[in-house]
């Protein structure tokens, strides 16, 4: 009789009750004035990479307008593939790598600098490509603290690039704040592993060529800034010599605001502009 | 307050460590023990064979990780405690992962009382093989899944008992979120007097609940599936096993079948549809799993064989779905190959494909004489579609001369599928390794042991040879000096093509009682580490090796 009772007493710790059943809403483009900076790891010799970029170009088109993509060449799997032109790693995208952290694996991205806790041990990396659209989703819910634009101007003739940023705050920012800009090259063709196949004339977008900030971002930018209080930073770069690289038409700045917030640099805003329209 | 728990559990134990160790004799003063593992890594950047582009080798960094385990008996109740401390640790993430943290990292309070026995705290425990349910530590590979709750079981006779389990998976220094409830009952089946026959069957239940937090990650993933790969997903999962073991007479039989309901996994070779109009390998998706699991075997005098086979589908089981490469285990599916210390006889190890693996493995062994011994293991694993995945053939013939030498020689044959077990598009790897091992007594103290092998294959990184000499001074000096040399270089090779590279590796270990202390200068090929069947790749590795295990 004991037996029986310890157990049925077992099979009671066996029964479950969570059965609420999972509704998964129909998607609906935010409305909302914020626009997230995605900084994805990525690499040459990254077999599953070109996944990720297929994913940011879907996140793209998904959200538009909505979606700053930055794509950072550093560290393990980066280094050219032997028939690669070029070399997308720079001391730069290093820097910015081992500043927000190493990820564990790649394509891994970094949304808005916020914290991502499916595992615990990423930090700001996100390495699980399917989630990353519930995570832009998520940031793209708030509304922006700030305005942020841009107005860019290039010669042509000497290469010389200026860039205005501006910011206006929509309410009290007590915190500091981080100017942070980037230049990016689209429509390169060279090597790329995909899924096993080395595809040679494979397009890379939104590729890292210059931080004109620090890596940290530039520090000088706010200690707090009140409501409707404006700042503008202007900066100035010329373009090396074209040599494959640095094609004009296909250079963006990429800009975006970060603030300590609970701990954490968290992008507030960001912005991107090709310099020829 | 988390510190303050940490003081107060330090404080307590190094009470009764002392106590134990300075209270009179005839006090009933308990048992006090402990472990103290620690190791230490010196990186020194080495282009040549790519140990470089990690943060570790730009500074010339030093990582180490410790475990200090204690343990104290008295009173009828077990206490156990493990202080875990990493210091730029890339155990987690071998690709310049850089950890720092510390804490309590296990504890357990456990006693007996009468049919009960029950444990708080930390749980490493296993059901049947593990299929469904196996909860343990493998620091090598930094696996850490006890289970953080209650364990009860009851005997319900002599032969038959019962236990139950209620709690959360331990990871790093905290928990996974989802609920983990289960159990399993274990019996022992005894034929007539007089009979061979006897049987030890089982059965266990593991059920995960996933909380809101995890939910809310999932629903977030499938809105922003296409209407073509949504799927409702359900809340629970339930995992089942029944395991039974038959002795008869020289036979020994183990079955195990287990069954999980549908749950939400990544299936790596299914496609989803983007919204840009492209496909995407790789989704989410709800699908129930299975293993079937059974291993044979015969001994006689000197001839011992074993048959195994297991099919998989679909058993992903983990704490979330979002859990990778080796975080979030709930279970361990047994590997279905040779497990081997020999370098390049080990170099290509096939990890368990829970997704789906069909595998086999007969190894026979027989022994002629005192001084004669002959092995031979063959081993395959497949898709569930027949594509071949890896195949093993390995010999050895040992010759003993008793109290002098030992010879070991033997060949390998090895078919492995790089593009599945490494990385996608790399190719089948065929190796043919002739190896030769030699110890040699000098007395009962002194002894050389001596390796040799050499690796034939025109994929990966081409030809190996490695040879390695050890001088033992038993009980205290064990000197190792040893290169694994890229005689035959592939264009996949690290470094200029035209380079034969050495990977020399010098090691003293040293025993003073119960403390061994090793260092060591290494250089490491890039290559898959596996445990039982689970693996990681791990890159090259140039540098300094400390490490230190103690026990009292």
Request: aromatic share 12%; charged share 20%.
């Amino acid at each position: 009789m004991k037996n029986i009772f310890v157990l049925f007493a077992f099979s009671l710790l066996m029964i479950t009750c969570k059965n609420d059943p999972i509704i998964i809403p129909e998607f609906m483009a935010p409305q909302t004035d914020r626009v997230v900076i995605v900084e994805e790891f990525t690499g040459v010799r990254c077999p599953n990479c070109p996944k990720g970029q297929r994913e940011l170009e879907n996140l793209q088109l998904r959200f538009p307008g909505k979606v700053v993509v930055v794509g950072v060449h550093s560290f393990f799997l980066a280094n050219p593939l032997p028939d690669s032109k070029y070399d997308f790693r720079t001391v730069q995208a290093e820097a910015l790598n081992r500043h927000l952290g190493i990820a564990g694996s790649k394509p891994s991205a970094v949304v808005n600098r916020t914290e991502f806790d499916l595992t615990g041990v990423d930090g700001l990396f996100n390495g699980q490509v399917d989630t990353w659209a519930g995570v832009v989703e998520s940031e793209l819910e708030e509304f922006s603290k700030i305005n942020l634009t841009q107005g860019v101007e290039y010669n042509e003739a000497t290469r010389e690039l200026s860039i205005d940023v501006n910011v206006i705050t929509k309410e009290d920012i007590n915190t500091k704040m981080y100017i942070n800009v980037m230049i990016t090259e689209s429509e390169i063709e060279d090597p790329q592993e995909d899924n096993g196949v080395e595809i040679e004339e494979y397009e890379h977008n939104h590729v890292l060529r210059e931080i004109l900030t620090t890596v940290e971002g530039g520090d000088d930018f706010a200690n707090s800034m009140g409501q409707g209080e404006s700042i503008t930073k202007s900066f100035n770069f010329t373009l090396p010599p074209e040599d494959g690289l640095w094609r004009a038409e296909h250079i963006d700045v990429a800009v975006f605001i970060t603030a300590d917030i609970d701990g954490e640099r968290k992008a507030l805003q960001a912005s991107v502009a090709k310099i020829i329209e | 307050m988390n510190k303050i728990a940490t003081t107060f559990i330090l404080l307590f134990f190094f009470t009764l460590s002392s106590s134990a160790q300075n209270e009179a004799p005839k006090k009933n003063k308990g048992t006090f023990s402990g472990n103290l593992q620690t190791q230490a890594s010196l990186f020194l950047e080495d282009t040549l064979i790519g140990a470089t582009n990690f943060p570790q080798y730009d500074s010339t960094q030093i990582s180490t990780e410790n475990w200090l385990r204690l343990n104290y008996s008295n009173w009828g109740f077990d206490f156990g405690l493990r202080l875990d401390a990493f210091n730029k640790s890339n155990l987690i993430n071998p690709n310049g992962g850089s950890y720092s943290a510390a804490g309590i990292g296990y504890w357990h309070i456990h006693t007996a009382q009468g049919k009960f026995d029950i444990t708080l705290g930390h749980i490493y425990d296993v059901i049947g093989t593990g299929i469904i349910f196996r909860s343990y530590q493998e620091r090598g590979l930094f696996i850490d899944n006890a289970l953080i709750g209650a364990r009860l079981e009851y005997k319900l006779n002599n032969d038959w008992s019962i236990r139950g389990y209620v709690g959360k998976n331990k990871f790093l220094f905290g928990t996974k979120a989802p609920l983990v409830k289960g159990g399993a009952i274990e019996g022992y089946i005894a034929g007539k007097e007089g009979s061979k026959f006897s049987m030890s069957p089982g059965f266990g239940v593991i059920n995960r609940t996933f909380d809101d937090g995890t939910m809310e990650e999932l629903v977030a993933v499938l809105k922003n599936y296409l209407e073509v790969d949504r799927f409702q997903p359900e809340w629970e999962v339930l995992a089942f096993s029944l395991y039974n073991t038959v002795n008869f007479g020289k036979f020994n039989w183990y079955t195990e079948a287990a069954y999980k309901t549908k749950d939400v996994i990544f299936d790596m070779n299914a496609t989803r549809s983007l919204f840009s109009g492209e496909q995407s390998a790789g989704k989410y998706v709800l699908t129930p799993g299975s293993v079937l699991y059974s291993t044979i075997s015969y001994a006689n005098k000197g001839l011992g064989i074993s048959l195994e086979g297991k099919r998989t589908e679909n058993f992903i089981f983990r704490s979330t779905p979002f859990d990778r490469f080796n975080e979030g285990f709930l279970n361990f599916i047994p590997p279905m190959n040779r497990q081997s210390s020999y370098r390049l006889v080990a170099r290509y190890l096939p990890a368990t494909q829970e997704l789906g693996e069909l595998a086999f493995q007969a190894d026979i062994r027989y022994r002629l004489n005192k001084k004669w011994s002959f092995l031979v293991n063959m081993s395959t694993i497949s898709t569930l579609d027949n594509q071949r995945l890896y195949q093993e053939l390995y010999t050895a013939v040992t010759y003993k001369k008793r109290g002098k030498y030992t010879l070991t020689a033997g060949l390998q044959f090895l078919e492995y599928d790089q593009g599945i077990y490494q990385e996608a598009g790399l190719p089948i790897v065929n190796t043919i390794t002739p190896y030769l091992e030699f110890l040699y007594k000098f007395d009962r103290k002194t002894s050389i042991r001596s390796e040799w092998q050499y690796l034939n294959t025109d994929e990966d990184f081409g030809s190996w040879v490695f040879g390695l000499v050890e001088v033992g001074f038993a009980p205290q000096w064990l000197i190792t000096i040893a290169d694994m040399y890229n005689i035959d270089p592939s264009p996949n090779s690290p470094g200029p093509t035209d380079k034969k590279v050495h990977y020399p590796t010098v090691a003293v270990s040293y025993n003073y009682k119960t403390h061994r202390f090793s260092l060591s200068y290494v250089k490491q090929v890039e290559g898959v580490v596996c445990t039982g069947g689970v693996c990681r790749l791990e890159p090259a590795f140039s540098g300094v090796r400390f490490t230190l295990n103690s026990t009292f």
